[in-house]
């Protein structure tokens, strides 16, 4: 060890970062993580757009604030049911161009 | 403030560090790069600078597009990054320098880093850091810069790290040969 990584060391903080794991995680879950954060999106432009809190949309959901905080930290991995719901809730579409009985989403 | 190891190969000279504010439950790297996936946050904080958007410097873009773009340039950042930590000190050739380029003093603008702006892809993530070695560097700030100059309070409020730093690293007797320098993704 040299003179600077010596002096380096001795002011070092307790607390190792974290950001090496983050960004491991981020690379693993990429597709879906990318997802949750374009519905994120979503749900934050439709929150603002009809001047809904996050609490007021839990409520609309019947789940607890925390869940929709969750939603819209984009780290959740998202049913197709909780999809639905924000869907209907908000009457937004969160993806498009899937067909189900018959009928274009897009 | 103490000194945060992000990457820091054991037997080596070199490595990368960052700052961490007595007050703040994490170092300055761990925080900007948590900030810059964080959709809400990014939401709330595109819609207090929506004048910035508007304002044609990086062309009209919505809040929501805004918020999209930070994150797939936060993806990429930490892609180039997170491969370094894993090969890049195994390549003598290769460097921390090769991802931190000094900046010039004078000020933070745009106009300073045109010269290679070939090597910038047009991205409004920064993340400034101070040079100790060839190979050692200690970031200091990440921002969002949206505009020219450093101006802007949220900026402002990013520079005033960089002086403390410059403080701190004084007061524990560690020279530092250049002052600033910036990521960029070649």
Sequence with gaps: ?106 | MRLSRIFVPENSNGGLWSIHLDDKPQNEFDRFFDLVNDPEWLFDFFTRQENDLLSGFYSDITVANAVLRTMEEAEEMEDVLYDFAEDGFKDDKKGLQYLFKPLNNFEYVIAIHQKSKARIKKGWLRIYAIRLDVNCYIVTVGAIKLTLDMRREHLAAELKKLELTKMFLRENGIEYPENLNTFQDE
């Design chain 1, 1 to 106: 060890m040299n003179d600077l990584q010596e002096k380096l060391g001795k002011l070092e903080s307790q607390t190792p970062s974290n950001w090496r794991q983050s960004a491991k995680h981020g690379r693993e879950n990429r597709e879906w993580l990318n997802k949750s954060a374009a519905t994120a999106v979503k749900v934050l432009e439709a929150l603002k757009q009809q001047n809904l809190s996050q609490k007021d949309l839990a409520e609309r959901m019947a789940i607890s604030p925390q869940q929709i905080n969750k939603i819209v930290k984009g780290q959740e991995n998202l049913t197709l049911e909780t999809i639905s719901k924000l869907e209907i809730v908000l009457g937004i579409q969160i993806f498009s161009g899937i067909v189900t009985h018959g009928k274009s989403a897009a």
